[in-house]
């Protein structure tokens, strides 16, 4: 039965650079691809190419050496050029020259009507997009013996310079019905589409069947998929839910009605430090520096990010989309000092805390940098995180129990609900300048390794 949730608590950061509602030109080249096996968290990869291997679009990359049904392939063909490792030798990049035309592997058609649970699961598996449908707890790629109390797919995004799914699905109204019914074949569950009261209007996602449509309402980060499964079914322990982004229930629509691997994704290029801003019709994987330089303001210094101001990780300019972003932002680098920044009127500067008179303007928009604007502290309780956190659950002492390790208490303050990206305002908005998204992901792991 669809539900409709208000969600009263969050907040709106307002910054410049939204990205237009227009598709940039596509005369651009991208010569280079990546698939990063740090993208899949918990995943050990063992290597299944080398340079110089020629691959297609489909071909194996490597395998999760805990279960290896679990593959990685490759978004397009060509040529491997390079195998960029790190410390202690760790995968970092499977780097790929691409062909003029990409070929594929052909895993062939089919209907879902016409398939089990167990074909369409081996089909995914083997095309590589099973790493698509992620579970909680936990935000890893889901288990494929599990069965899962339900399916999630938020069709908005509340980010600052977030996707707009609206336009982003525009034109692919049977790909992503063939998605979600292929989604519903995989269990017993329902699948739940969570639409937005005032941010929805496509008909792809309002129209949608063999779904359960819920409403939601409210600020950032009502769309994250933690808070939407939080007040629909909370995660007790030894529950499990899927979920899938909607540009990922579109492709894995596409393997079946085309029967080939296409990855095409339509991202958004949004910052302050962009002169043109707008949506990419991209591969997975694609390198930035393409989409990106032409684009840069004059004297620009730019932090690439991919992915949202938020949760997003800093790039180079010759850095790769994440394979679970959906947006490339670029804003001001914050490597500088201000004298007495603290004791100026500040109606330019945006703050949570109404430190400077720009409070009495919320509507109005900012350009936001990197710099902390202050040093880190001890971590102190304010009360604040609590107006920004909409889950029944105490923050500040889950984020402490996290950094001691007290897996009891971890528990009992729910971190089988919570993923990193759901403390992202908390971690904005903290005057300690705490890493709490990486902390959370810590006390996570370390709650995986002991229960599993």
Known sequence: MSKEIRIKRGFTIRIEGEADKTMMSSTFKIDSY??????FHGVRPKLLVEEGTVVKAGTPLFFDKADERIKITSPVSGIVSAIVRGEKRVIEEIRITP?????RIDFGKGEASELTCCQIRSK???SGLWACIRMRPFNVIANPDDKPKMIVVSAFDTAPMGVDYDYAVYGEKQNFQTGLDI????TEAKVHLNVHEDLTREDTFLSAKNVVINKFSGKHPTGNVGIQIHHLSPINKGEVVWFVNPQDVIVIGRLFLEGHLDMTKIVPMAGSELKRTG?????AGACIKPLVEKSLIADANPRYISGN????KKVSLDGYLGFYDYVITVIPEGDYYEFMGWGMPGFEKFSFWHSF???IMPNAKYVLDTNYHGGERALIWTGKFEKVFPMDILPTQLIKACIIEDIDAMEQLGIYEVDAEDFALCEFIDPSKTEIQD?????MDLVKQETS
């Not at 989604?183 to 995989?186: E, Y």
């Not at 949506?279 to 591969?283: E, L, R």
Request: hydrophobic share 45%; charged share 30%; proline share 3%.
């Open 34 to 39: 990546a698939v990063k096996p740090t993208d």
């Open 99 to 103: 062909d003029e035309k990409i070929e």
């Open 124 to 126: 995914l598996l083997e």
């Open 183 to 186: 989604l519903a074949k995989l």
């Open 279 to 283: 949506y990419h019709k991209i591969t």
């Open 309 to 312: 101001v938020l949760t997003g």
């Open 357 to 359: 008179f720009s409070w």
């Open 439 to 443: 902390i959370i992901r810590k006390g």
